[in-house]
């Protein structure tokens, strides 16, 4: 623990909002009340969930499932379509109860932010009792529910908050980081999905403790560039800061594949869903961008990127999954199966509103594929 206790320790909490969209369904709609409910897809089958309501995820619904999934597992699922504008006003009143306390903050979603209250404007002192009036106020006057972690960096904070939820309250303290981290699953940590994931429990690195076994240059030989996070986030070093302007340079979605695709139809099919995904970020952090970009990947791991540019910027369905389709039809697959598919938007054009007030949330992947 000599680096964490080295730097001047911060008191960070994590602000996560419980099954965010369907909350406020189920708020505004009594009917939906106690019922399992997807925000986003269809009752035919087409589309993604966006997010689940939590009876819906007690039979194993969860965001970016295909809704036809979705139905297998729950046939009684209720499907609405988001009401983003909707979504993005309660968010802003979300803000407001953060900036009586600070103003450092750091959206990562509409329904997500870091908080540094290292030094509060009503001089509680204790970042545990700011959590616990935050998430009284959201509960008085907003009627929804939330979960906190708190902790001394952004890093703990952030995986604290996911675990007693919903409506979750967790502190780890400087002398808990340490032992919280040795005990972490690897899965937990950021940057590693399935794929990498399974390459390390192959290597028998099952928690944060295994990993920290490993030398920097181990981790770097057998995870490329995210094994130099990887050797400080597992003994405790995590010296981001709370970041109240936050620049978005990409924003996109892609999904490693049980089994590798060899046919155009089966990937237009996953293009359509992935496209899809990406849609309903942009529309969320209110984004549209002037390039689009394909990412391919074969089963032998080589990559490949195709990108096309706009004159101005783009950012509806339609758009987006037929120019990913117009760029896979470029491609040569030379016969060469594919495992990974990813469609991206950068080059962003930012709406007027965040030129004439703060930046609205934003929103880092906050669901795996």
Do not use: W
């Not at 968010?91 to 009586?100: G, Q």
């Amino acid at each position: 623990m000599s680096q964490i206790q080295s730097t001047p320790l911060r008191k960070i909490i994590h602000i996560d909002m419980d099954a965010f969209y369907a909350s406020v369904e189920q708020r505004d709609f009594p009917e939906y009340r106690g019922k399992p409910l997807a925000v986003g897809g269809s009752p035919t089958g087409r589309g993604v969930v966006a997010t689940a309501s939590y009876e819906a995820r007690k039979f194993g619904v969860r965001s970016a499932m295909s809704s036809r999934k979705a139905i297998q597992l729950c046939p009684d699922i209720i499907f609405v379509y988001p009401r983003f504008e909707v979504y993005k006003n309660v968010s802003r009143s979300i803000r407001e109860i953060f900036s009586r306390y600070t103003d450092l903050i750091e959206p990562l979603s509409l329904d997500e932010a870091f908080l540094d209250v290292t030094e509060d404007k009503l001089q509680i002192g204790s970042a545990m009792e700011i959590a616990s009036q935050i998430k009284k106020a959201i509960k008085e006057e907003l009627n929804l529910t939330a979960s906190a972690g708190v902790s001394v960096n952004k890093f703990v904070a952030k995986i604290a908050s996911d675990i007693n939820k919903p409506d979750g309250l967790t502190f780890v303290g400087p002398s808990k980081v340490e032992t919280f981290i040795n005990n972490l699953p690897v899965e937990k940590f950021f940057g590693v999905g399935k794929v990498t994931a399974d390459k390390m429990k192959s290597m028998q690195l099952f928690t944060g403790a295994d990993l920290k076994k490993l030398s920097e240059d181990e981790l770097v030989k057998h995870f490329g560039k995210t094994g130099h996070f990887f050797f400080k986030i597992v003994r405790g070093i995590d010296n981001r800061e709370v970041q109240t302007h936050r620049e978005t340079k990409s924003l996109g979605a892609e999904d490693t594949f049980t089994y590798d695709l060899t046919t155009r139809e089966e990937m237009h099919k996953e293009l359509d869903r992935i496209g899809l995904i990406v849609y309903n970020r942009l529309t969320k952090n209110q984004l549209k961008g002037r390039t689009i970009t394909l990412k391919i990947k074969y089963s032998d791991f080589t990559q490949i990127t195709r990108n096309l540019s706009f004159a101005a910027p783009v950012g509806d369905i339609d758009t987006i999954t037929e120019t990913a389709k117009s760029l896979l039809g470029k491609v040569d697959l030379e016969e060469k199966p594919v495992r990974l598919l990813g469609i991206s938007l950068s080059n962003f054009q930012e709406p007027e509103i965040r030129s004439k007030k703060p930046r609205d949330p934003e929103q880092l992947e906050l669901f795996p594929l």
